[in-house]
């Protein structure tokens, strides 16, 4: 029986999957509410910038992966443009639910599938982009995860991943107050939740920081890997380039 990390907490890995899809089951209703509480708005200009980043063209093909309540997903298919197509994906329905029924209010209709990104059903070599914004640390299997998303891209296809990261060193002391005072308070006023916050916040201290995910991406098959710091490491946008 081999075991893995529910944020601090030591884990049977058949029990995590259904532990976080429990939490994201929990938070779905008011997620994008929180998240603009948690980050003060921040997550809008990470977001941005990862769809600055990922440079798309029109009629290019797009995975988005986590893609949750479809913020990137939306912002990808507005640059891909009626010749292209972005495919919303989510480990997590109720996730996925929420994300589907915001893209079609924007008039947008994309194909939406419940997936695990650690064995993605799609064939080889079908994307020139793969996306995944605050999920891979959700995942079991991260270095699985990673083979898959290089597997399902095109040669030359980028993979972007925007995640919270190793804060700089001045900021660590303010930063872990704000995690685990200030986040499961919200967590419970907010969304009357504040064991997913707490999670949330224990799950991004046991991501790998930059130089970690960095040699986790090469190790998956990208030849070339570059991270961006954005507002003192809270957050690094991954970006790497398969071979």
């Known amino acids: 029986m ?13 029990e995590k999957a259904k532990r976080v899809r429990g939490v994201f089951d929990s938070v779905a209703p008011r997620y994008d509410l929180m998240n603009d509480l948690m980050s003060m708005g921040l997550h809008r200009a990470w977001k941005a910038y990862t769809v600055l980043a990922a440079n798309l063209q029109p009629g290019d093909r797009v995975l988005d992966i986590a893609g949750g309540t479809g ?3 939306l912002a990808f298919a507005k640059k891909v443009g009626a010749t292209g197509q972005v495919v919303h994906t989510d480990i997590n329905e109720a996730m996925l639910r ?14 939406t ?4 990104a650690e064995k993605l059903p799609f064939a080889s070599e079908s994307f020139d982009l793969v996306s995944v914004a605050f999920g891979l640390r959700n995942m079991t299997h991260k270095d699985a995860a990673v083979a898959e998303m290089n597997r399902v891209l095109k040669p030359r296809g980028k993979l972007l991943v925007l995640e919270f990261s190793k804060v700089a060193k001045p900021l660590e002391k303010a930063y872990d107050w704000y995690s685990f005072k200030v986040l499961p308070q919200l967590g419970r006023w907010v969304a009357g939740d504040d064991a997913s916050y707490r999670y949330l916040a224990e799950s991004i201290r046991m991501h790998p920081g930059q130089e970690e995910l960095k040699a986790l991406m090469k190790k998956g098959g990208f030849g070339h890997v570059d991270y961006h710091n954005l507002t003192g490491g809270v957050v690094a946008l991954h970006v790497g380039i398969k071979c």
């Open 2 to 14: 081999s075991s893995t990390h529910f944020g601090f907490e030591s884990v049977d890995e058949r």
């Open 98 to 111: 929420t994300g589907r029924d915001r893209l079609l209010d924007a008039g947008v209709a994309l194909p």
């Open 113 to 116: 599938l419940v997936c695990d």
């Open 71 to 73: 913020d990137l997903a």
